[in-house]
């Protein structure tokens, strides 16, 4: 997923150091942006009634996010999913139930909203860890929320990922990050129709 509040995309050397173990894997064919599958939602409460087993009340929240949240979105087939735990630098509180079960620890961005990311044991899955109050939850649902209900913004983002999912890229991360004009664009519509905050 693209990032909120970076307008630059990352470069290998940063890409690098936020990858557990190393550089990330180099894209080795097209990326796929495959038409809406209604079986996405049930992968979705799948994995969330997983995670919410391994950690009960750690798992303070759990939203499906993402371009597979949204019904008749184009998507690359990876469901994402938010779930914010009291902590999500305390790798200690969480991760060892995770990785028990499968997962596997992939991203650690201590400079973005702490953010971790973990990929699924048995579906191709991206768990993005927050803390609470993270505005990049806060981006997610906002946007998801906002596809759901406006057509128009929603032939404007399929149409992008789908010219973006044409170019070349070395990193799945270019592609994410190249899609952020857009979303800005869309979110500043989401936040200008937004009631006032209290």
């Known amino acids: 997923m693209a990032r909120g509040d970076r307008n630059d995309p990352y470069t290998e050397e940063e890409l690098a150091e936020i990858w557990v173990g190393g550089a ?3 894209l080795t064919a097209p990326i796929v942006v495959a038409d809406y599958d209604p ?9 969330e009634a997983r995670i919410r087993s ?8 759990i939203e499906h996010v993402g371009s597979t949240s949204v019904p008749g979105l184009p998507a690359k087939p990876i469901i994402d999913l938010d779930l914010v735990v009291a902590d999500s630098a305390d790798e200690e509180a969480y991760l060892p139930a ?64 789908r010219e973006l ?8 991360q270019q592609y994410a990050d190249a899609k952020t004009d857009v979303i800005t664009e869309i979110l500043a519509r989401a936040r200008a129709a937004a009631p006032p905050a209290g």
């Not at 079986?39 to 994995?47: D, I, N, T």
């Not at 997610?140 to 209900?149: A, E, S």
């Not at 999912?165 to 799945?172: D, K």
């Open 98 to 161: 995770l990785v028990a079960a499968g997962y596997r620890l992939v991203i650690r961005e201590p400079q973005w909203y702490e953010h971790r990311c973990c990929k699924g044991p048995d579906t191709n899955i991206n768990l993005h860890i927050f803390s609470p109050g993270s505005a990049e939850v806060e981006r997610h649902l906002l946007f998801r929320d906002w596809l759901r209900g406006h057509q128009a913004d929603r032939h404007r983002y399929a149409a992008a990922k």
């Open 24 to 26: 990330p894997p180099k």
């Open 54 to 61: 391994l950690l009960g009340e750690r798992a303070l929240l």
């Open 165 to 172: 999912a044409s170019r070349e890229w070395t990193y799945i």
């Open 39 to 47: 079986g996405w939602p049930a992968l979705f409460a799948r994995e």
